[in-house]
């Protein structure tokens, strides 16, 4: 629940506050464990709601995922490299490279990420190509 | 068994044959399906073997689809750029995009393309990472 929202009572919708607490609990998931740990079913244990709550607003765990990532990291503006570089070497960094690495085996998750990364993107491929190179090969 | 191991009875040592008959058919398989499409079990069927005698030799389905990556790529000469473009965009290009998607989860995975990607990155990450850029993000 963001402190903007009218009270409940005379009028917050339910929903809203189901989705908050979706994405609170899915964010410390993140956070603790990656986005191999994150489970649906496990967030909406938390959150105490139902899965079927989740898929009617977000329908797959990367959507999930990439909301978050877009909540968490500022939108990029100025510096796209630099902004590129915090994003995948912060602390949703980890999120991105798997997101990434999915998209491999995953159309859906490809258009997910593509969209995700679309602002970066202008600054040019190849000025961002080495940044993605060592966050994913890095050792 | 290596080929320089002595022959058995009059003949081809038996299990150098079945690594080359499971190389073939892993070999097919990613041809035809890509990386998500190889299945040691399926490997093992066609090969006419155990699946221990796969596992004996490639600890994982990963490790497999890097040798087979090794065996159809030259190895790179001269130009790594250029190398390294032919082999993300060539037939086995899929197979590494896979392998790095695989290794955002998996250790051993990460240190397979590692090694496959070794001598392409004395051209530097930075030369190389707009062609992984597109290859991994391309539209």
């Known amino acids: ?37 994150l489970s649906l079913d496990e967030v909406a244990r938390r959150a105490g709601t139902a899965k079927s709550s ?16 877009r909540r968490d990291v500022p939108p990029p503006d100025g510096d796209l490299v630099h ?28 258009a997910i990420i593509l969209d995700l990364l679309a602002p970066y993107r202008l600054a040019g491929d190849d000025l961002l190509g080495g940044i993605l190179f060592r966050r994913l090969l890095g050792q």
């Open 1 to 37: 629940m963001s402190t903007t929202d009218p009270p409940r009572g005379r009028g917050r919708p339910r929903r809203a506050e189901a989705d908050a607490e979706i994405l609170d609990a899915a964010l410390a998931m993140l956070r603790a464990g990656g986005y191999r740990e």
């Open 54 to 69: 989740i898929y009617r607003r977000w329908p797959s765990k990367a959507a999930l995922a990439a909301e978050i990532v």
């Open 83 to 110: 902004a590129f570089d915090a994003l995948l070497n912060g602390p949703m960094g980890g999120v991105v490279a798997s997101l990434i690495g999915e998209a491999q085996e995953s159309a859906e998750t490809r």
